[in-house]
């Protein structure tokens, strides 16, 4: 299966390194025609002005000038890369003029470039199985099979040479060669690892010297097909022999370093082939993964340093590739998790040392903001998995960790304007956060007779958190950069939002732990406290929106989120209270949590300018009217109590059309007008119904007046 898996994995690579190829090869192509328009449209340009030369050479210079550039060919492909001498530049021309530069269509494509070579590695697998399995039935001598191996491969390799020279012939003449290659790879294993003709240090001898020749003739004709077929021919030989070969995972991680090595070295040299390098080490990585169990820490760590040192040496030439950076650092930490896996300090040291390394480079490469910016990121994200590996353990630790260094990126955010470092606070902040998800205590207790008040884990776990947001928040309002005062207000509103699910939190639980466990009321005070807690967040969070254009959308929802939670609990919850010996009308839980919902809609009104919130707000104060009477009907037990509450309805509805006529305020003339229709048709429908005429008298005499003196109020109005 892994076999299986890393051979596709060398396929998908081979056609995404041509896919690349066929880029690099249409930029050329349009380098060469504007530099071509430029040569014959502007021949007078001053740069193209030759400098003073002696009478004598007038009339070589007169021959220089009379020469004319005919076509693209005549540019050279490596204009952009030139460091050969003038004798290797003209050898190099007349190769590359030899090319017949074709169109690249879904057929040339696949016909031409990709098939070939999917083709010469099922020729380079049909090999293996011949020396390997079929070669038991054929009689023949160890020698000659070998023998036989190495002749395919040099004859595969002159022929590929020999078509290289001709037109149109190039590309499939380069997979012929690194085919060859590759069959000399597979004999010489062949020869060590099954036929038993040679030894190990020999194989490794032999298998370097084809290694450093594939990469000069790569170099040489300036191809990468061919070194992609010999790479794929390196990765092979340890894939297939690894079961008889009996190699270590010392000798494979070293043999694997080599091959790392020596593609860096062609990629440094032909920065074009820039994706060779990290293709190659994640497949460098999943045969590790694969066929080595257990490794010295040593050669990842050799493995990671060339590719880091490599980078920093390309970073001189200002070719730096930052997405090498990356990969190279996942790697690691791979192989380290596959070498100590659930030894946690261990590969927390690791990290450790990379954060550090990558730092020091990120002070080395100040002037440089894009390598520093770079290298920051990446002992930033070594530092993360540093406190993740180390304190794997202990949540705690992480949160108190992350916290502090949430406040600290902050501040550096802010002295040297790095909008991403203000980014990755934000990063760290949540992973803070996530790190007491699962801490007992933090949002809920197992055992509340061990219960401490205020003095407990989750003041531990959220005080860090409140109190790095905060400092957070104070330092990023002060930059410059609006992007990262915006930032600052996701702080104020972390800030905020935990400080309220702490008071929360710690009130539901104070409740339980006064209260006697067995009461039924504990559900009920606590329901009716997190409803007051929640309209107290949605106003804090309606006022955090009218000082900041950032998070408006944000707000908007949560705000709204808390406001229908708080209807939902009030409703469904408040309608009866709980238990009703302890009811008191007007003074009760129940009445302090409608009266701060009420509260916080009319804020809302007031601050959003719209009516909407006003009719809630008074439709709560309604819903109130109707629960205390209810409760005030079951407590006491009156008898035929339907007609009070249709005189509460009209009472209150009476008041608030009173109040808005008075005031002229629509929104109450119209929510008590709706209220009293509500009201008169309760009456004549429902209480009229079955209750005694001394009631029919009282409910209806009441409704008339009310209506009356509304009637009288409103025309009074009206006349003035």
Known sequence: MGTAIVILLLIIWLVFIQFKLSDITTSLNELKKSLLKDKITNPGKADDTPPPQPEGNKHIQADEKSETVLSISDIPDDILFNTDTPKEQQQQEQIQNTRKKQPLTFENLFLGNIFNKIGAIAILVALIILIKLVSPYFVLTPQLKAILGYLAGFGLMIGGLSLHTKNKMQNYAEVLVGTGFGALFISTYCACSVLKLINLPE????STVFLLSAFYLADRLKTTSMLVITLIAAYLNPIVFNAEFAVSSNFLFGYLIFTNLLALLYTYKNNSKKIIPPLNLCITCVMAFVLCKQASIAYPIILWGLYTAYDLITLIKEQSNKTLNYINLTVLTGLMLNAFW????????????????????????????????????????????????????????????????????????????????????????????????????????????????????????????????????????????????????????????????????????????????????????KTMTDSMICSIYAINLKQLQSKTNFLTPFLNVISGLAGTVVLALLIFAGCHYKPMEAFIPLINIRTLAFLTAISAFVLYAKWTKKSVFKYIALILGFI???????????????????????????????????????????????????????????????????????YKFIAVTTLGFILMIISYIYNKKSAK
């Not at 194989?203 to 032999?206: D, E, F, L, M």
């Not at 008041?655 to 048709?681: A, F, M, P, Q």
């Open 203 to 206: 194989t490794i001898i032999i």
């Open 342 to 525: 659930g030894e946690n300090n261990i590969l927390g040291y690791i990290q450790l040392g990379c954060a550090a390394i990558y730092g020091i480079i990120a002070c080395i490469k100040r002037q440089n903001s894009d390598a520093r910016l770079n290298y920051t990121h990446l002992a930033l994200i070594s530092a993360f998995l540093f406190v993740i590996f180390f304190c794997s353990d202990s949540n705690p630790t992480k949160c108190i960790v992350w916290s502090i260094e949430t406040a600290i990126l902050a501040y550096y955010a802010y002295k040297y304007k790095l909008k991403s470092l203000a980014v990755w606070s934000i990063i760290i902040w949540a992973a803070a956060y996530c790190s007491i998800l699962t801490v007992d205590g933090v949002f809920g207790v197992k055992d509340i007779t061990t219960y401490v008040p205020v003095w407990n884990i989750r003041l531990a776990m959220l005080a860090p958190l409140a109190i790095s947001s905060g400092v957070s928040y104070y330092i990023l309002k002060q930059a410059e950069d609006d992007s990262m005062v915006n930032i600052s207000e996701f702080f104020r509103f972390a800030g905020i939002t935990t400080a309220y699910l702490y008071a929360g939190l710690e009130l539901n639980n104070l409740i339980s732990k006064q209260l006697d466990s067995g009461r039924s009321n504990i559900t009920f005070i």
């Open 624 to 694: 109130l009217v109707h629960f205390e009477i209810s409760d005030v009907i079951t407590k006491y037990a009156i008898t035929e109590g339907r007609y009070l509450i249709s005189i509460c309805w009209i009472l209150y509805s009476g008041i608030i059309t009173t109040i808005g006529i008075l005031r002229n305020k629509d929104y109450l003339k119209i929510t008590g007008i709706i209220l009293s229709i509500i009201s008169v048709l309760r009456v004549f429908f429902y209480d009229l119904a079955e209750i005694d005429i001394l």
